[in-house]
């Protein structure tokens, strides 16, 4: 093959770097699983699994196929609207590690090392937004690319920055996890937080903030954690909210009142507390003065939440 001028030409070339690489001793019999087969190089979720098994993807050449785990895939995958037209599926080790007994077995460390940089071109060249690992093997490779400090049992179920990317953990499809670690509806709870990473993706995130408030900055760090990008930060003593923004922002909120903040300075010197404020009296304050507005405001443009609290900002991002 000559120099590689497409993404197309440049999968190829992996493909058959891989195809014909011997470097794991005990895996030198097999055949790498990576073709046309593992998805579209232009998805923007990429799957990752442990390795192909014997009945599986080394038997079909199609990751996740053939088996029960695949089979429970397809399931997961169907439930959150995904086909696998829409993705593209690898592994952290690409041959099929055996036992003697030619049973499958855990891939060993070497081999996981030897196949990253396999791993790391893939994800390089399909430039995914969201990667789902299936399984602390995927999850523990990644580290090799970016290094991680998650472990699946405390990450799975939310979505995490890595790489310039959204990271979403999730257990193996495999029955054995299923039966003893991951059962089926605790799995189907978890992949919801793809179609939620999809579906904030390209979503407008506005912060309406003081920078140094420090809730705002708690509500700040807490998107990151999970994974959110807001896309603008608007400093409200800087840049004030005009009527028609509050009044909008009020409607997003549940009512003005819900947006109003009661801790003012000015809320007891202008005796405001003596009385009961109508919802125009309290959308004048906000425009007019930006201490009453409730702080920070979490935009997300057909939904907002004021003031700052994990569970309200995991009910308006759909998690829950
Ligand atoms: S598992 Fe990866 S590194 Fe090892 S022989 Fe197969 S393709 Fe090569």
């Known amino acids: 093959m000559g120099k590689p001028n497409t993404k197309k030409d440049l999968f190829e070339l992996i493909s058959s770097e891989a195809a014909a690489c011997r470097v794991c001793p005990d895996l030198c019999d097999r055949k790498a699983v990576l073709s046309n087969l593992n998805g579209s190089i232009d998805a923007k979720i990429l799957f990752i699994g442990e390795a192909p098994g014997r009945q599986g993807a080394d038997r ?3 990751p996740f196929s053939g088996d029960q785990s695949g089979r429970n895939f397809d399931r997961f995958l169907a439930s959150i609207n995904l086909s696998r037209d829409d993705i593209f599926i690898t592994s952290a080790v690409l041959c099929s590690p055996r036992s003697l007994s030619d049973a499958n077995r855990t891939p060993k460390k070497s081999e996981i090392e ?11 060249l399909i430039e995914p937004r969201v990667v789902v690992t299936l399984g602390s093997i995927a999850l523990a490779a990644l580290k090799r690319i970016e290094y991680h400090e998650l472990s699946l049992k405390e990450a799975v179920g939310n979505v995490y920055r890595w790489n310039g990317r959204l990271l979403a953990p999730l257990y193996h499809p495999s ?3 299923l039966a003893s670690h991951r059962r089926e509806e605790q799995q189907l709870n978890d992949y919801k937080i793809v179609r939620n990473a999809l579906a ?19 509500a700040d760090t807490y998107l990151k954690q999970t994974g959110k990008s807001v896309t ?9 909210l ?20 009661r801790r003012a300075r000015l809320y007891r010197s202008m005796g405001l507390a003596d009385r009961e404020l109508l919802d125009d009296e309290m959308l004048d304050l906000m425009a007019t003065e930006y201490t009453f507005i409730k702080r920070p405001v979490l ?7 004021s003031g700052f609290t994990g569970k309200s900002y995991d009910m308006v991002l759909g998690k829950e």
Not at 244 to 261: D, H, I, P, Q, Y
Not at 299 to 305: F, P, R, T
């Open 60 to 62: 079909t050449r199609v």
């Open 242 to 261: 005009s009527r028609t923004e509050v009044e909008r922002l009020s409607k997003l909120v549940g009512g003005a009142n819900e947006l109003f903040s």
């Open 232 to 240: 603008e930060y608007r400093d409200i003593k800087a840049n004030p």
């Open 200 to 218: 904030l993706m390209d979503k407008k995130i506005t912060l309406y903030w003081l920078p140094h408030c420090s809730t705002c900055q708690k």
């Open 299 to 305: 935009d997300l443009g057909n939904n907002a939440v």
């Open 175 to 177: 029955p054995q996890v």
């Open 114 to 124: 030897n196949c990253n940089p396999f791993l790391q071109r893939i994800i390089e």
